[in-house]
């Protein structure tokens, strides 16, 4: 089965004013699509890899044939970035976390304040394109990481994110242009932290097994 876009879960102007209706056509329609098009025929052909769900693929690198690993890094890391990303916003989002997140972050950063600091710290100070992380450590903490390109935590194994913002340019450059911080701290208004505690939940029930 190819891999698909997943539609948006909500309007283009959802994010409005936060992250503008432009930015998420683009981002959406043109930026991920190009991810999924570019994944689907990177493995054509490779029936193994084509039976594998994202997830799966973008978590097991090593067993990705060399001539076309670079291309599933970086667009099937685009597809299951991106495909996290869409659904941890929404219109109804923002405010302070909820139930068990809230709990993970106060018990490992001392307070929602601080750690939305170390939030935008990570992502203000990711040099060029990435992504800046809320993930639980095998530990079972909550900790902030920041990677580069399409990568995500899946890959170096450093732990399962749970909360995601993209800093790549075309993510924020028509509304905010140079001034990253600003968008990073806009983000917060639009946070599906329900989303963010279904995440949690899940690592939970993955890291029981
Ligand atoms: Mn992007």
Request: proline residues 5%.
């Amino acid at each position: 089965m190819a891999h698909e876009l997943p539609e948006l879960p909500y309007a283009h102007d959802a994010l409005e004013p936060h992250i503008d209706t432009t930015t998420m056509q683009i981002h959406h329609g043109k930026h991920h699509a190009a991810y999924v098009a570019k994944l689907n025929d990177a493995i054509a052909g490779n029936a193994d890899l084509e039976g594998k769900v994202i997830c799966e693929l973008v978590s097991d690198l090593d067993s990705v044939p060399e001539n076309i690993r670079g291309a599933v890094r970086n667009n099937g890391g685009g597809h299951w970035n991106h495909s996290f990303f869409w659904k941890l916003m929404g219109p109804d989002g923002g405010g302070e976390p909820t139930g068990e997140v809230a709990d993970l972050i106060n018990a490992s950063f001392g307070s929602f304040a601080e750690f939305q600091a170390k939030f935008e710290a990570g992502g203000a100070t990711r040099f060029g394109s990435g992504w800046v992380w809320l993930i639980v450590g095998k530990d079972g903490k909550g900790a902030v990481v920041s990677t580069p390109n399409q990568d995500s935590p899946l890959m170096d194994k450093s732990g399962f994110p749970i909360l995601g913002c993209d800093v790549w340019e075309h993510a924020y450059y028509l509304k905010y242009q140079n001034r990253r911080p600003e968008y990073l701290k806009a983000f917060w208004n639009v946070v599906n932290w329900n989303q963010v505690n279904e995440n949690l939940a899940k690592v939970k029930e993955m890291m029981a097994k």
